[in-house]
Structure formats: structure tokens, C-alpha cells
């Protein structure tokens, strides 16, 4: 299986909307390579005295077989950094997907954390802690994650020389809804300080939606990704709570959106309801829908314009002032 047609079983898998339990695991993703350019990244552990809760946390065993390019069990959230070759000042945080099920770090971390670093981009992939796995308070700890990865970059600017002022966020599918809900939710205060680091602002300059889950409102959510951040029978308030279209305000940063209409995992409407969120908050907002192209595509496939985003991205962001 060539990695185009590993990225449509990806999105196959998704599609299947079935949580996983100990009584019946769906099938797992197939396997893509781990890169060399993954194992040698510099790694950053987000909380170096331990996550919050996690004397409580318990994630259980991984089935045997899991694919060592999704990440489950996450106990310890960290960022991996790639930097470029010639570097623009400017930061990227790259929170990947996998239905709050997994973290698909390759074909939404390391590959696109090349193609940003060719733009001069420096790039810090999250691994993010999934909230189904048995922590506390499971619809907020990817959240703690990515304020806190924001907040890590804004602190260690110097050190990898790039702007404050100017980092900004990438999320995909399931991570794209934690990105929404990060622009929208950015001033949420989840858990108590552990340093300094904690008291930096965790707003992104500005961030981009690729194929994302943004509402947990049924019919339009994700299933598997709703069950697994709220739980089986979450309440109004819960769901009200985590559906980002329902948060935008004015201190929501600047969005780069694009959704394929074919996408049959995450319905596109995920993507209208945020940009009419928007565009009713009078917000900047640009949005990029796709005649087709599916799910779960990464960089994009060749020869589609799926594999134009990037480009598209990194000129609208140069186009967006601190």
C-alpha cells in the first residue's frame, strides 16, 4: 500500500464512527513509515513535572499490532521541533488528527512539517493527550495541551528565533477541532499555573482548519471524535460547551479554512457553520472548499488541488499583520 492509498484508508477508518472499547476495537489505520526525520526531532515535554491528573491516568494496553505511526496512550504530551534550513521568524504548532482515537503524527506532523520548514517556517508538531483514555476531565485536557504548546513556543521565541507575536496553528480533522477550540477558547483557564510558562497568553496570531470537526452538535459532528471527547451520552451544556462555531468573538484570531465537499468522514458543513461564525463575529477569515478530495490528505495529493494548501497558506498568512 503506496502512502496515497494509506491516507484514503485513513479516512475509511474514520468514516467507520464506531469508538473503540476493550470489547470491540475497530480496525486499526494502516501502517505509514515513521520517518528518521520523527525519531531525530528535538522533543519537548509540555509539562516536565507530569501532565495535570496524571497520578489518576490509566490509559490500558494498545492492542498488539498498533501501527507505530498513530500515537495512542499518551501520558506524556511533547512537542517535536523541526527547524529550517533558512528560517523566516516565524513559528508554526502543528496539532494532527485521528478522531481523538490517535494522533497521526506523519502524514499530518513530520510531512508537513518538512514542507512548512522548505517556507522557512519553524514547526512543533503536539502530541497531545487523547481524552478518551481514561483522564479526569476528558473534554479538557487536549485543550491544556495546545494552550500550553502555544504558550511553550511564546516562551522559548528567542531561543529558536522566531516572533511572539506571530505564532500561528495548524490543525486537521479531529485536531483541527482542537485548533478551533483553541482560537476560540484560548483564554479558557482549565487547570491551575505550574510556572511561568502557564502565564503567557496562549491566543495564536492566527489559524488554519484543514478538513476539521468543528461542531459537536448533532448530525452534523464527527461521531467517533464527539464520543470520545464528551462521552456516550454528553449533556446539551457539554456539547454547547465544545462546539467551536458557537464561541467565535472578537478575539478570535484570523482562520484559514479548507475542507474537500467530498469529504464523507467530516461533513464540509463543519466548515460553513465555522466561517459563518465568522463572518457574523466580522472576523478575517478566508476558506478554501475543495470539489474533491476526501479526508485525511495531509499535504495534499499530487496532481489535485489538495496539494495547492500549502502554498495557499503560507501566502495568506504573510498577508496577515501581527
Known amino acids: 500500500m503506496d502512502r496515497r492509498e494509506a491516507m484514503l484508508a485513513t479516512g475509511a477508518v474514520l468514516l467507520a464512527g464506531s469508538a473503540p472499547s476493550s470489547a470491540a476495537e475497530p480496525p486499526a489505520p494502516p501502517a505509514l513509515p515513521v520517518p528518521d526525520a520523527w525519531e531525530e526531532a528535538e522533543r519537548m515535554a509540555l509539562w516536565p513535572g507530569g501532565a495535570p491528573d496524571v497520578a489518576q491516568f490509566d490509559a490500558g494496553a494498545v ?7 498513530y500515537r495512542r ?6 512537542l517535536r521541533v523541526f527547524r529550517p534550513a533558512r528560517a523566516n521568524g516565524r513559528a508554526v504548532v502543528l496539532i494532527p488528527g485521528g478522531a481523538y482515537w490517535f494522533v497521526s503524527f506523519v502524514n499530518e506532523g513530520v510531512d508537513v512539517a518538512r514542507r512548512l520548514n522548505e517556507q ?31 504558550r511553550w513556543v511564546r516562551s522559548k521565541a528567542a531561543d529558536y528565533r ?10 486537521f480533522s479531529a485536531g483541527g477541532h482542537l485548533a478551533a477550540t483553541l482560537a476560540t ?8 499555573g505550574i510556572d511561568a ?14 478538513y476539521p470537526v468543528i461542531t459537536m452538535r448533532e448530525p452534523g459532528t464527527h461521531g467517533l471524535s464527539r464520543q470520545l471527547l464528551l462521552g ?25 479554512q479548507v475542507h474537500a465537499i467530498d469529504d464523507a468522514a467530516v461533513p464540509v458543513q463543519n466548515s460553513l457553520e465555522m466561517l459563518a461564525a465568522m463572518r457574523a463575529a466580522k472576523r478575517p477569515v478566508e476558506a478554501h472548499l475543495l470539489q474533491e478530495g ?25 498577508r496577515t499583520p501581527a
Open 73 to 78: 496512550a499518551v501520558r506524556e504530551p511533547e
Open 294 to 318: 476526501g479526508h485525511a490528505f495531509g499535504v495534499g495529493r499530487p496532481d489535485t488541488p489538495s496539494a495547492q494548501w500549502l502554498a495557499l497558506f503560507d501566502a495568506w498568512l504573510r
Open 197 to 210: 510558562i502557564d502565564g503567557l497568553d496562549a491566543r495564536p496570531h492566527a489559524v488554519a482548519l484543514i
Open 63 to 69: 492492542p498488539a499490532g498498533w501501527p507505530a505511526s
Open 120 to 150: 522557512g517556517y519553524t514547526v512543533f508538531v503536539l502530541i497531545y493527550r487523547l481524552p478518551g483514555e481514561g483522564w479526569r476531565a476528558r473534554a479538557d485536557v487536549p485543550l491544556q495541551d495546545a494552550q500550553r504548546a502555544v
Open 162 to 171: 522566531v516572533d511572539p507575536a506571530t505564532i500561528a496553528v495548524i490543525g
Open 232 to 256: 456516550e451520552r454528553p449533556s446539551t451544556a457539554a456539547v454547547e460547551r465544545r462546539s467551536a462555531e458557537r464561541h467565535v468573538d472578537a478575539t478570535t484570531p484570523p482562520l484559514f
Open 185 to 192: 477558547g484560548h483564554r479558557e483557564r482549565l487547570a491551575p
